[in-house]
């Protein structure tokens, strides 16, 4: 056996139980696994936590077309800070990616910015060449509904394009809300966002998809009801952090617009308890940044999004700390499960793994402000919340943050 080229030694989550355990790394991958181990470094981190690097699979990191809000560094140096080592990237940029030719122009404008691996969505419409675009592209994002520069298709067109062959096996990540129960009303708060995007168009928009026939890989996004998740059931899920913690109650104003909306205080709380009681499957940040210039409008004309990508990880340890969930629910919604829906060598420590390590001191928890993130928007919906950020993070064994620094630039590869 190879000598370890480097030895990270640290609390693992072993089962049930936190251990102290080495961590052998060879050319960014886990080799070998200990009590004790040596290598030619060897870095002793025993009163930490060491997790897997957290894998976010819905962000917009809006590179390229609106990098005024957001660009593919910050975004992804946004994501080292918070424990993040893998994101995933929405098609809804300027231009929207719906051709190879849009892929591969993003693909060249940000793989020099980013900070953290990284996968591509394509938009799925009735014109996509599935069997070109599925060899670049980590995934599909179909769009059931208008939201910031998605454009979406009808439900006939999802039921044509579904039944592809070229589908089979690939992952289709589905924004499930039907417009045909939107209502026209005046929205003017987070309560009448909310009545205009009503959970029931949700549901009816979960149950259309579940009744089509694919050989694709179902995944519902950012799911806000429980009828929601019943409907889904059998289907890959996800779950945001503003999903599960805020509220029409609890957030003020536009900070809290995004769509789907934020619900009442009690759909919130039966969603956080599901949550806890393992019913989701997947965290997932759906960090949509805007200016704070454009989240300043009147409520009906600032856009919708929120960003996220560097407190979910975090905000989910603050929970495990204040003994509201367990670290292996966190674990395995923020880590190990989006490595499995997208098939990825990530999202777990042991061996034959990459070497994606975010480390924690779990004694340290900090409020959340806005003005010491990352992302280029500079503000949070979660301005004062408990989180407990990473010490130091590891992508490939490379550390890419040390005591709360970034020490490396641009090391994430297209996966």
Known sequence: MTRPELVIKGRVLMGNEAQTICIGIVDGKITVMGKDLDGDEFLDYSKYLIMPGGIDIHTHMRDPGFTDKEDFNTGTMAAAFGGTTTILDMPNTKPMVTTTQQLKDKLDIIEKKAN????????????SNIKELKELAVGFK???????????????????????????????S?????????????????????????????????????????SAIMHFAHLTDLMSFEKAFGYSNE??????????????????????????????????????????????????????????????????????????????????????????????????????????????????????????????????EGDKLHSKCGWTPFEGYNAIFPEHVFLGGEEIISDGELVRKGKGKKI
């Open 239 to 368: 779950i945001t952090p503003h999903h599960m913690l805020l509220s029409t109650s609890n957030v003020h104003g536009t900070k809290g617009k995004v769509n789907p909306p934020l619900r009442n205080i009690r759909e919130q709380a039966s969603l956080f308890t599901a949550f806890v009681k393992a019913q989701v499957g997947i965290v997932a940040s759906d960090h949509a940044p805007h200016t704070v210039g454009e989240k300043i409008l009147p409520f009906g004309e600032a856009p919708s999004g929120l960003p996220g990508v560097e407190t979910r990880l975090p905000m989910m340890l603050a929970l495990v700390q204040s003994e509201q969930v367990s670290l292996g629910l966190v674990q395995a919604t923020c880590c190990h499960n989006p490595a499995k829906l997208f098939s990825l060598p990530k999202g777990q420590i042991d061996v034959g793994f990459d070497a994606d390590l975010s480390i924690f001191d779990m004694n340290k928890t900090t409020k959340i």
């Open 142 to 172: 179909l769009f059931m509904a208008e939201t910031t520069s998605a454009i979406p298709i009808s439900e006939d067109e999802i039921r044509d394009v579904l039944v592809d062959p070229e589908l089979d096996g690939q992952v289709v």
């Open 116 to 127: 953290v691996d990284y996968g591509l969505y394509a938009s799925l419409t009735p014109d």
């Open 174 to 214: 589905v924004h499930a809300e039907s417009p045909e129960r939107f209502r026209d009303i005046e929205v003017t708060d987070l309560t009448t966002h909310d009545d205009s995007r009503p959970a029931s168009a949700e549901v009816v928009a979960v149950d259309t998809i579940t009744q089509m026939k694919t």
